[in-house]
C-alpha cells in the first residue's frame, strides 16, 4: 500500500469514529432536551399548585380579628388572676 492509502483508510476510520461519537453526543442531548422539559412542566405544576390561590384582605382581616379577640381574652384572664 502506498502512503495516500494508508491516509485514506485512517481517515476514513477517524471520520467513523467521530461520526459514532457525535451520534451519541446527539442522542444524549435530545434525551437531556426531554428530561428538562419533563422537569420544567412539574415546576409549572408546582408553581400553579402553590400560586393557585391567596388569602384576600377579608380572609386575613378576619383571621387577624380572631386572634385579637382571644390575646384579649388572655390578658382579662390574667388581670384577673393578678388582683387576687
Known amino acids: 500500500m502506498d502512503n495516500q492509502a494508508i ?8 471520520s467513523a469514529m467521530m461520526g459514532w ?7 444524549s442531548l435530545k434525551s437531556l ?3 428538562d422539559k419533563e422537569l420544567a412542566d412539574k415546576v409549572a405544576s ?3 399548585l402553590v400560586a393557585g390561590r ?10 387577624l380579628n380572631q386572634v385579637s379577640v382571644k390575646l384579649d381574652r388572655i390578658i382579662e384572664v390574667l388581670n ?3 388582683d387576687r
Do not use: C, D, P
Open 54 to 63: 391567596y388569602v384576600t384582605r377579608e380572609e386575613f382581616s378576619y383571621s
Open 21 to 27: 461519537w457525535l451520534n451519541n453526543v446527539w442522542e
Open 33 to 35: 432536551q426531554a428530561a
Open 7 to 14: 491516509f485514506n483508510v485512517v481517515m476514513g476510520l477517524v
Open 80 to 82: 384577673q388572676k393578678a
Open 46 to 48: 408546582i408553581e400553579v
